[in-house]
């Protein structure tokens, strides 16, 4: 394989994979932006519409219109932020943890029933690779 070839199936392999992982959740009706916005609030807490939209690369009316329908499904409350009553901080609710924990649960799932399809050779492989493609994430 040419090394030309290489970046580009391994990136085609990788934007595969994620849209498979992407597809395991709980509920087919939220949009990959609203479940990155559940996981962010449930990893790290409250947040505010501009740090949210921030974080997510959009701007605050689109993150609101995100936040809106994640509050119409009940996994999402707005309330005082404990600082400052003035600002609104958008918080998860228990349905929402609920959501992104059974949605981390059946891509696990998921995920372990193709890892154990693969031959020791191939496990191996791929746990020697997933360094790599972390460090490449996170560069």
């Keep these: ?6 970046p580009h199936e391994l990136r085609l392999a990788i934007m595969r ?6 597809a395991q959740k709980a ?5 990959d932006s609203q479940m990155s916005v ?3 609030l449930h990893h790290e807490g409250a947040h505010t519409i501009g740090q949210l939209s921030e974080g997510e690369k959009v701007t ?4 609101n219109r995100t936040v809106n329908s994640l509050e119409t499904a009940g996994y999402v409350a707005r309330g005082a932020a404990p600082d400052d009553g003035r600002k609104v901080v958008v918080t998860i609710t228990a349905a929402g943890t609920e959501f992104v924990q059974q949605t981390q649960s059946r891509r696990d799932a998921w995920f372990v029933s193709r890892l154990e399809q693969l031959t020791p050779d191939q496990r191996t492989t791929l746990d020697a690779a997933a ?4 460090e490449l994430a996170d560069s």
């Design 17 to 22: 994979l994620a849209r498979r992982l992407r």
């Design 27 to 31: 509920d087919d009706t939220i949009s």
């Design 38 to 40: 559940l996981a962010k």
């Design 131 to 134: 360094s790599v493609i972390r």
């Design 60 to 63: 605050p009316p689109s993150m």
């Design 1 to 6: 394989m040419s090394e030309e070839v290489i």
